[in-house]
């Protein structure tokens, strides 16, 4: 009963059972392989365009690997200030980019605002005293679980237009946000201007695989030598696509999203009904953060139910996942009522 | 009948039955799992100490996250000039390092000579206009299928030791070529002054793993931070450690290598005794260069067989693996001589 | 009557006539000349300490290299939001240290706290996820123009020791500062911690000069490799380091910043005087923030006098030097008093 | 009597009179001052073509800056083995550039062949595991004291248009070059293909300036963002602009020139006429490589005079100046006919 991370899970056996099936007779490495190929019409299909898809293992590397394509080494990256770039990649995106430097914006939920853009996308453009804006990199959904609206996503792309600057979305958990709205994946990304997705399936279900989307293919050559000198272009890729492909055959990502999302609305409701429990951010996605007492919190330790202090205090973080048990859900709360009321005594 | 590397081949059934038992239940991310702790034992065992461990997916992140940790952005990496470093990552090790300069160095097969160290490896000590000499870096098994031996990778290091150089050694290869030697995993590494190892199992049975292994711990925390910032740190780190368990148990890297050295052996010897082929290099490891009159290489590629041109001329590369059929040899022996022979009419 | 830096001005005559001092015969190149010993001897003679010395041509220059010198590349710089290296530099410490991060702070007068170094210096130190702590900027005299006192300095020392972090200190306008205090040199900077100073001169009277001055030594030979590195070794150091001698000779960097710090002062104390000018900020050092109607700066920029609108608004940054005549402030004060008048009317 | 490089001597008078000169009123900062903008026009006529102009200190900045404008960090930049750029810059065009590699050819009096450029300007282009040809650099006058003739120039060219590479030339030595050869400063740079020169002045007279000229101006705004950012841009620029005036002034520089190749010649000349001294390469420009006894040597040293024994050996390095006089020359050279018959005898 692990709420800790969607990280700490294992593999769906269907990824498993494509890693078998791929591994038949000799293919061309380094991606010139026929599932690799499936795998970039496939996601052509599901995001109705031509586009570009690099696999990479890492989600840090998805990220590193689009954003310093799409900056300058002298450029500025808008964020927000808990985005995983910002706090999380032990400064790769400065490393990747030759030292670009990351704009920290605030906003509710992880989300950043589109009239910040508006209102610092140009600022020093062109004078050589200042980092230049180059991109706006946005996490979808955030790491505190919130959801960006397609017309909030549209929004940043048309401040990006008007100033110029490059757009990326940081999709580790593109999955859950998707079918948290009722959109396409194109009205998600692309036609809202987007150019560059990485496109999680790692916390989704995958053993360890990205898929950088490049709807603007311009940069897709760039792309590649700056993947393989980052050491990022795998011999044996089909490991890699076979994993890309179960994900999306039958709409297995999907499915995996929804639950991983159902079971954080049965536990996010499940503690709002509790007295002593106060749910610190609306529940969109697959994370929950929730305040409890420090006596809860041992105790809810002590039954064996793991999950993260948030900035180390009484703010919990719990992420449930795409084979996350609703009786595991059920415990936690059942737990936490139990608990709750002791300590109210 | 493919012979255009060791990394076409898929992998060993029981990388991914190991795949399958890792795939259970949540377990810490990021390499503080149970598999991963019993990797760097085994490890230790194997090559005799104490020694850190860090699992990578590429053979050229290992390579230049080890290098970059071993030499300053001012320093100088001796290599050959046919290395993988050299020719074949698309300047990471530079990337990696902020900009450290490799000397590529002559030497037959590939490999690389002591006496070339003793004479460069003082070049311009502390003379602030010219790179510093920092590391040395040998490939084992070499490039061209070369094998170093013990008084060789020695005697590098006595030099290496003399002139306060590091010494690294690209293990990509790395079974194959202790297979061929009658030696243990220590007396070629860290006893004779290796720091740092490259140690594949990629080309040797895996879907996607090697580990870098650190005989001098003292470098391990400045790796890790490499590591993460280079996006190569795993959350699913099970799924990376548990292909190296697999691999080390039941010795199966030593039965895959000795069969893939064996194929090479049958192959060399049958070309060998075909008036029209001349081989260029002693077979040593899994890699076997042969010449070959125009007129048969086309026959082959007509017949279906693969392989590179080295240099895209006359000189063909063929490399075995660990699955490498016993009548693919055959029938490639077969072709040729049929191919060689109406050639020769 | 040009108020926009201390940039904009010449240089100190004595500067030119060290410059064809130093012209006499051949001496050695790269700072191995008798001119460079004795500015090394004469400045650790003035700040009472053996100490490293190294001339530079710019101000950035000094900066980065002494900032690269101190941190990793995963290294997190604590400095002031307002900062020369956070704002003004392009990126160059993000450059030149291989993408470490500048950690923004805030704090009135450009002036960081030692209670945030504190709270902030060991956030999550030996986490590889995220970028370490390493070093610490400060300004001085800052780019508000105030002046850090002895005990300020001193305390973000200890927060510096207790986390192990390094420090540095900005001293373009080091002069204005000191002669703002009463205190030695060394009292400012190394007796208070200070490993690191970019000692200006360019600003206070040199045509482009500013010393490097390591504390700590044992950063010295790093030092050098990234200096050349960064092309800013000097071939004919002599003309750098006649600059700094001539600066230092009888103390003529001391009157030449008391001169710019009393025309401050002449200037502040006649605008305080005026109804409808309002001084935004004490002024300590050189430079006046102050906030005028916009018809009077209008006004002010019709007469013909020079000076920065601060983020491009009606505060205005005024900035004296040695050489501002003290007519120069009369003729301001009596232009921007008839103005408010006329505006006020 | 110091033959040890042309940048152990001072500077013109000319050069501090004009800093004199220059050294009036204020001006805005940073390049936007009248004698810089005076400075580009002349640089334009005597180059022909309207071309962007941008001061800096050093040799080595004006090298890496313009390199790494006109290659990607993939790139590989062609260059002679002996090059200051390969040699004598501590690795700053691998800093600068992001990890670029610098790819050492041979040839005779360290000039490049073009015959080298065709048939190793397309290697493995497009082709992602290698690094991208991207630029050549040559110098001019070389390390060795030989000069490029146009049509050797413009077959390099050539070469770089098939290619599709940057062409860069270093010309810390242009003006001896230049005065070598009966041709204008056009025909040997852009005519002949040269998009970025960096054109010297330090060695020859100046204080400390060099100018980078791009001919392709479309490099303009980049360069200007890696020049701020490496540090490069001065605050107080006219006085940079100021000794590129004087040099230009009255043909200064083409003045110096002649002086220095005419007291190499007669230098050479003497030399020539000597049994027992062994001229090594033909002097075309201000650089000596001769080849004395050890004891002649010896007794040279003795003597007073200073040069530089290249590579440690018996092989020396003389080079003569803008300033360096008939009579030290002579006094050389009789000496060396002392010596020379001593060590006969």
Sequence with gaps: ???????????????????????????????????????????????????????????????????????????????????????????????????????NLGGAGG???????????????????????????????????????????AAIGQACKRHGLRYHMDGARFANALVAL???????????????????????????????????????????FRRKRGGHLFSKMRFLSAQLEAYLEGDLWLANARHANAMAKRLAEGLARLPGATLELEVEANEIFVRLPEAAIVGLERDGFRFNRWDGAQLLRLVTAWNTQAQAVDAFLAAA???????AA
């Design 1 to 103: 009963m692990d709420f800790r991370s969607d990280n700490v899970t294992g593999a769906h056996p269907k990824m498993i059972e494509a890693l078998m099936g791929a591994n038949q007779g000799t293919v061309s490495s380094y991606g010139e392989d026929p599932i690799s190929e499936r795998v970039t019409r496939k996601l052509s299909q599901i995001f109705e365009t031509d586009c570009a898809v690099f696999p990479v293992a890492t989600g840090s590397a998805a990220n590193v690997l689009a954003l310093s394509t799409m900056t300058p080494p002298w450029g500025a990256i808008f964020c927000h200030e808990a985005s995983h770039i910002a706090v999380d990649e032990c400064g790769a995106p400065e490393f990747f980019t030759g030292g670009a430097k990351l704009i």
């Design 111 to 153: 989300k950043i605002e589109a009239k910040e853009i508006e209102a610092q996308g140009g600022a020093g453009k062109g004078v050589v005293h200042h980092v230049q804006p180059a991109a706006v990199s946005i996490t979808q959904a955030t790491e505190l679980g919130a959801v960006y609206r397609q017309e909030e996503i």
């Design 182 to 224: 009722n959109r396409s994946p194109a009205d998600l990304t692309w036609r809202a201007g987007v150019e560059a997705l990485s496109f999680g399936a790692t916390k989704n279900g995958a053993l360890g695989v990205e898929a950088v989307i490049l709807f603007d293919k311009t940069m897709a050559q760039e792309f590649e």
């Design 337 to 343: 009522k139990r608990l709750l009321a002791a300590n």
